[in-house]
């Protein structure tokens, strides 16, 4: 069992881009954080400005469609924030009565690629 990983229920409520979103983290007790910046561990969208901004919209459009505005369960790595003051995360939803990870299924659908950035 990886002793780095927690788990939380959280509501998004915005996406930036293909792999940055901010969700609000419900940490139990009724105690919330809000406004929290994650970005998506182990994958890499195209950017949303330059010569990648027509790819990176249809990352962000693609990432909007499946987590805006639900509620998702957050797993954060080392629950400690990266070089942007971002928590660094998998996503997980019910996807059709079965668990899906999000940062995978972006991948899969071709909106990230798999990324190692040796966290």
């Known amino acids: 069992m990886n002793q780095n990983l927690y788990?939380?229920?959280a509501n998004v409520v915005?996406?930036?881009?293909?792999?940055t979103c901010t969700v609000e983290i419900?940490?139990?007790?009724?105690?919330?954080l809000k406004t929290q910046k994650l970005r998506l561990h182990r994958i890499n969208a195209p950017e949303m400005r330059g010569p990648e901004k027509e790819a990176g919209t249809r990352s962000r459009d693609y990432l909007r469609g499946l987590?805006?505005?639900k509620s998702i369960i957050l797993e954060t790595i080392k629950d400690s924030t990266e070089k942007y003051g971002r928590y660094l995360a998998e996503i997980w939803l019910v996807q059709?009565?079965?668990w899906a990870n999000v940062n995978d299924l972006l991948v899969q659908s071709g909106h990230a690629v798999y990324?190692?950035?040796?966290?």
Not at 26 to 32: F, H, I, K, R, S
Not at 115 to 119: F, L
């Open 7 to 9: 788990h939380y229920r």
């Open 14 to 19: 915005e996406v930036y881009d293909g792999d």
């Open 26 to 32: 419900d940490l139990g007790m009724y105690t919330w």
């Open 67 to 69: 987590i805006l505005g």
């Open 96 to 98: 059709e009565g079965a």
């Open 115 to 119: 990324k190692d950035y040796g966290d």
